[in-house]
């Protein structure tokens, strides 16, 4: 049996580089040798316990690669073929795939659809913080990175990008639109910079960092509003005139930052929520207009597949958006723990990791 | 001063039949004498102070009746001619309007919509309880009713049909979809008749109130849950072989209701919302699958205006729906204070009272 | 080499029950025993040469059968299992799928779609008319038929009802439309039970046939207008007032009846087209409004997979829509050369034929 | 009575200067003093007698001007504020305007939308290249100039902005879509510039006019292919891998363009119209996939009221696109004859001309 280096869940508070065998190839799978890997928030939370997963489970969803071998019924690719696959991975094959909700698949069961489950990676199956990831349903995940764009410049397209556009997205923003945007981690930067390329043309972006807001600005937000010094509820309304936003994108996770979203929402507008929630959730009867509003709200799980990625790097490839910036840190593998580290405390400005096998 | 008897809000508990002037004709109103109108589950809440009103304000927002004035740069319309108004009269040259929320209307202001703004009738004009109603923006919002139909047969439309088909609409409704309808009320009622329109192909009513769960069937429902005897939520997932619903639809305003129309909501699905809440709404975390569901909810003010209207008119004439059935009790303007008894504190089966003038 | 009796396409002309062997099962595929399929007027196109197959094809892509044989990576069925699949096939791992257009399914490759690529049966593999059948990508298309369905019952949602129904739908039509369909072929008829359950309320069909514009009113229009003794044109602008249509959809995939719908559509309607047209057409300069109308033209193939085959089956099981009566002649296998030259005669008031192996 | 200069149609192939009273206010109207004013390219159908128009109207649909009057009716304006209305102004009050479709206004009528009813200004009633205008409908119709923009920056939201960007909204362009837009006149400039807004990441120009190509890259275009020198369709098929675009806008109204566009377009795509076409239309069947592509074919009219005027004059503040240089010409309004030849002739690498009374 051959082994690898792969980064595993123990127990709440430890994630360890350990050694794993390199998993075997079925008919549907690829196996994928991985170049340049990275940690996201949501790995932060399955490390504090605060998101239960399986012990031993490999983490890690956002994959850059190369096809080291490819299953038995699988056409179309060919090994040594540079690749990414989305954080979510669906079959292609459910109900929920069909009816167009793919990040929601089904499992192939009768009975029901499970939330969140086109979400394999470092969930359900082992996930890219390792040697070798094995890609599930491969001719729908697998999606060929064009020539000339480097692993960082990808390397967001998995989740993060995919996500924050989706929170533009599903907030159907239209040209002309103002938008606020809530919290600047790397979701919401991305969100900041779909809601450039939908065409809103006043971006407010809410966080208390600098360094944060300053970065929300380079990806195309009008106004910075650092809630440390101002009510931001306050700020938003009087830069829109008493108007509010037409959408407001919440980033975060929190009570705090969905209720100034809604609060600052005109009537007939969308909230669009992209934040992972550890507790249940208050609408304030008020700024709900008591349900008068006209108001929408949608949550939204990553969009994966290898559609979605070879839109999604043909965004990076023209130019009109550039994410280099936000990979501030790069560790080997070797070094993970050090980097799980770094990026769950945020210190020394950190946004996000590469990790390089 | 020629006067006319008007059902007038006094204070909390006390709406009383009294004189006022019939008001006068502006250059873009109408003035319009009431042949029917009805009391709305809204007007019980400003009866009971729940919802605030001026004092001395006209109740009721549901008028049918005859063209007898209209105001001097009006055209398209003559006197003597039957029309119906929508409970909400949208000004037509609103910023709101003018991007497709009506019922948002934004009152003519630089300053911001206010929510509701698109709600006259009975709320921040004189309403329709009353031998004369004066409709603002005649051109906008009077609509004339086909020949062949009665009054009582397009009673619905201004509020109730309006509103409870609009939770169909904003569900997003599509064939072959299995729909949930929370209450039965009026409103929960012609939800119903608008799933079935949609093309929802299994629609499950829950309520309470044996001779409303037949009316829901009566109105177009597949299955009749009463939550008295069995877990709703338990039930629907049973009917649904674990799937959840496509679309669930509340028509109550409580924690209760909303929180089992998300329950069962499947991953992907819509939630909409028609009812009046009076407190703050709690989103429990596992049902909105921490907000990664792909979930969206929308809430929805009743649309108005006379295309609105028409095309209610034409359902109705179409014989698709008979809303008839939802007239239960039907009293003269001059015993009014003994319908809101009756109606407020839903006696003898009565779903809608007709007052006649 | 074990044998079938199929129905193949010789030459133009001629189509002939053969021997062919049975196929193989690859690992994705799954070998259906058919119970019950039919002939389709693309079939007649086939047979008259005016569209091309390769010589030796089985025909046919409407099956209802029961599950022979698994390929070896399938999941999620089991032997013996009474099913369907549409007459679009699609992989479900297409870039074309992953964007929502599975009917334009790419087959695979880098280089761009095709049109049609996702249809599959009769036209780029062998056909359903036959006793067995390789359904492809079987778990993306295999739909269990409900309990207590007869296999006449389900036989239109291959294509009939998915194709009649996909008008309604890509038309976009809401409560309250006016609707004219134009031809009352069994498409045509299925197009009226589409539009009937999303809502339309003024339902106009168009025929010359009068035992057609019969059942196009037992399929819920409101008008028949035989265009033999009236002009359709006329008479729909009278129908409605002056105000012309919503929606109109064409069923034939002729000039005269594509531009009868663009003449009666309202400014900012939409013309639904489902016909196979066999010449160009034209778009006459005043009806389509010098291109100023804001009018919409789609065209639809039918829509396939199995989730829309669930949601198909579920609209018979509600009893909403009946198309029993769409199933005029019965055949068996052997006598399917009978079959195809009834049908493709039109005689005997014939709408669909069900052919039993 | 006060007279006025006005640009007047007085026969096929002569618009002259001459002496009209300035027009009384009705209770709804506004009086605009015009400051800044262009000629359209239907102005020159108009001119050439292409386009029908009552003898003695004064053309121009463009206006920018300061209100020097108010209807006795008209509230939420001052006198002496600076303005713009446009192209298209919707009553506010009509069905088609309730239904959505402000463009295709149906003047009030119970009989029937005309296409093009809200089309007014130098159609059915005087036009702004004047000294004076009277805008119908101001409430509905008038948009304040935010502080800050020269008449020159918001001459092109009336009409040219307006309709370009209509054809990118109806074309529904979704982030990471390639778009081809066929002709760099200033429409399918400002289709360039809406592409860009809405997130297409490969943007295609063609025309045949060099500067106008130089300038569609200025706007936004990734790739500039000049008809002249190679096949565009081909060059488009190259550029794309053979995929084909997923929106294809035409914008110039011939049968070369129209057509061009619609064999680019893969399938499923949609293809928006925004040419004046002057003869029948033809669609072939191959590209038109004998009606089976599952396209989309949207035709679009400038798209008017003061709420869109806000947000195109939203959208020019905010500094995203920035469409001065399309204005490459002055004239004062006594020299419009000798504007009217240069532009009809296109001389001198004219795009738009700046009248100014």
Redesign the interface.
């Known amino acids: 049996m051959v082994m690898m280096k792969a980064a595993v869940f123990v127990e709440p508070g430890r994630i360890v580089l350990d050694d794993k065998p390199i998993p075997d190839v079925?008919?549907?799978d690829a196996l994928i040798r991985i170049t340049t890997t990275t940690i996201c928030g949501t790995d932060i939370h399955i490390l504090k316990g605060e998101y239960p997963v399986a012990r031993g489970l490999t983490i890690g969803h956002e994959p850059v690669g190369i096809i080291e071998k490819l299953g038995?019924?699988v056409?179309?690719y060919r090994e040594g073929q540079r690749v990414i696959a989305g954080a979510i991975t669906p079959?292609?094959?459910s109900?929920?795939?069909?009816?167009?909700?793919?990040?929601?698949d089904g499992a192939?069961?009768?009975?029901?659809?499970?939330?969140?489950?086109g979400w394999r990676f470092g969930n359900s199956i082992d996930g890219s913080q390792a040697e070798y990831l094995l890609v599930p349903?491969a001719?729908?995940n697998l999606a060929?990175v064009p020539d000339g764009l480097t692993d960082e410049e990808v390397l967001m397209c998995p989740d993060i990008m995919s996500t924050g556009?989706a929170g533009?997205?599903r907030g159907n923003i239209?040209?002309?639109d103002t938008v606020a945007v809530f919290a600047q981690g790397p979701i919401g930067l991305c969100a900041i910079a779909?809601a450039r390329?939908?065409?809103a043309?006043?971006i407010i972006a809410v966080d208390t960092v600098p360094v944060r807001l300053e970065m929300a600005r380079r990806m195309g937000a009008?106004h910075a509003v650092d809630f440390r010094s101002v009510d931001p509820v306050e700020e938003i309304?009087r830069l829109?005139?008493?108007?509010?936003v037409d959408v407001a994108i919440e980033a975060l996770?929190t009570q705090a930052t969905f209720e100034a979203a809604l609060r600052v929402l005109?009537?007939?507008g969308t909230l669009s929520?992209?934040?992972?929630?550890?507790?249940?959730?208050?609408?304030?009867?008020g700024p709900?207009?008591?349900?008068?509003?006209?108001?929408?709200?949608?949550?939204?799980?990553c969009p994966g597949?290898?559609?979605?990625m070879?839109?999604?790097m043909?965004?990076v490839?023209?130019g009109?958006v550039d994410l280099k910036p936000l990979v501030t840190h790069r560790f080997p593998l070797e070094r993970i723990e050090e980097a799980y580290d770094l990026f769950g405390h945020q210190r020394d400005g950190v946004l996000k990791v590469a990790i390089t096998p």
Chains 1, 2, 3, 4 share one sequence.
């Open positions: 079925g008919p549907l038995s019924a056409t179309g079959s292609g094959h109900n929920a795939c069909l009816c167009g909700c793919h990040s929601q192939g069961t009768r009975h029901g659809w499970k939330p969140l489950g349903d001719m729908v060929p556009f533009a997205e239209r040209i002309g779909g390329l939908k065409g043309t006043t009008d309304m829109t005139d008493g108007r509010g996770g005109r009537p007939g929520s992209l934040g992972v929630y550890s507790g249940d959730l208050r609408l304030p009867l709900f207009a008591a349900g008068l509003g006209d108001h929408t709200i949608v949550t939204s799980l597949g290898k559609e979605r070879r839109r999604l043909g965004v490839a023209s009109r």
